[in-house]
């Protein structure tokens, strides 16, 4: 976590400095504003959490670049999870073999297991592409509150998976 004002003033130097560059790179990749300035927000939340690294490193503008390679990769890789999971609820119907479990099969199956609204919070984060921050917004809570929701529901819907 930033120390000392000299910490405060290097990443702040750095935000000011490489922020449009990051936001465009983002939107090339992830082709949405909101998710791209989702990102790089959470890109500076790292580099606030680790000043030291990111200040005596070689390259600030090359470490910051680096962590938000990884921090789109991540949400990407949280969206693919949903896109198996859902194929695997169309390959595997839980209730009756002889009927294809469609998106209200389900909704229904994942809100009983998560609850309506940690559900509909998933669905509209993986699915609809919506940002952390939209997610929060439509959901009336912070952005933390609903990154620690979202954490959870995907845990449990891969422990559901795993013991399918």
């Known amino acids: 976590m930033i120390k000392t004002e000299a910490q405060r003033q290097g990443v702040h130097a750095l935000y000011l400095q490489e922020y449009p560059k990051l936001l465009a790179y983002a939107r090339s990749l992830l082709r949405d ?12 939340l790292v580099a606030c959490t680790k000043p030291d690294a990111l200040l005596n490193h070689p390259n600030p503008p090359g470490w910051l670049m680096q962590t938000l390679k990884y921090t789109i990769h991540n949400m990407n890789r949280g969206r693919a999870k949903l896109s198996a999971l859902l194929l695997y609820f169309q390959e595997n119907p839980l209730a009756d073999d002889s ?4 998106e209200l099969e389900l909704d229904i199956t994942c809100e009983a297991l998560l609850g309506k609204e940690d559900w509909h919070m998933l669905k509209s984060f993986l699915l609809h592409h919506m940002s952390v921050q939209d997610v929060a917004d439509s959901m009336g809570i912070s952005r933390e509150a609903a990154k620690k929701r979202l954490q959870r529901s995907h845990k449990r819907l891969k422990e559901m998976l795993k013991s399918s």
């Not at 504003?33 to 500076?44: I, M, P, R, W």
């Open 33 to 44: 504003e909101s998710l791209a300035k989702e990102a790089v927000q959470d890109t500076f």
């Open 99 to 102: 009927l294809p479990l469609g």
